[in-house]
């Protein structure tokens, strides 16, 4: 009797395990770069494990926001480029760019979001002044040290 619960309860488990099993959607965002410089491109690629249909909304520091539709094959990654592939879009505006990607399949929906810096990039290069000034020192020390001990003739004060 014991045996009979036992095999009866493990195989009514295995049912709903089986049962329960739902493939779950997944939308993964990826940016080119986390900072582009003023005036600059993004790409922005979408990836869905179903077959979907949705956007991709880019909103500037100032609010304005720019929107493209997309449709998206399951597992195929989608890149497009932001401000290029998006009507009016901009990126002369320093600043945190939001992205928003709503993806909608026959089994539900899912919004990701993701977020990009357009800045001043630079590299300034080192002013090499100290180490001028560090070496005509060093210089002007060495001859004021040879004039007095008198080891030069040619610089006497």
């Known amino acids: 009797m014991r045996r009979t619960v036992h095999i009866w309860f493990l195989f009514v488990?295995?049912?709903?395990?089986?049962?329960?099993?739902v493939s779950?959607?997944?939308?993964?965002?990826?940016?080119?770069?986390?900072?582009?410089?003023?005036?600059?491109?993004?790409?922005?690629?979408v990836t869905s494990?179903?077959?979907?249909?949705?956007?991709?909304?880019?909103?500037m520091p100032d609010t304005t926001s720019y929107q493209i539709n997309i449709n998206l094959a399951a597992g195929v990654p989608l890149s497009k480029t932001y401000p290029t592939d998006f009507q009016d879009g901009d990126t002369g505006l320093f600043g945190n760019y939001d992205v928003e990607v709503y993806i909608e399949t026959t089994g539900g929906s899912r919004t990701n979001k993701a977020m990009f810096y357009v800045g001043f990039i630079a590299v300034v290069p080192e002013y090499?002044?100290?180490?001028?000034?560090?070496?005509?020192s060093a210089f002007v020390a060495l001859a004021?040290?040879?004039?007095?001990k008198g080891g030069h003739d040619l610089i006497k004060f």
Do not use: C, D, W
Request: no cysteine.
């Open 24 to 45: 779950a959607l997944t939308v993964s965002v990826v940016l080119s770069s986390p900072t582009i410089p003023l005036n600059g491109n993004v790409t922005i690629t």
């Open 144 to 148: 004021i040290l040879q004039v007095r």
């Open 13 to 21: 488990s295995i049912l709903l395990m089986n049962a329960n099993v």
């Open 128 to 136: 090499p002044l100290g180490t001028i000034t560090a070496i005509i």
């Open 49 to 59: 494990s179903e077959s979907a249909t949705g956007y991709i909304k880019v909103t």
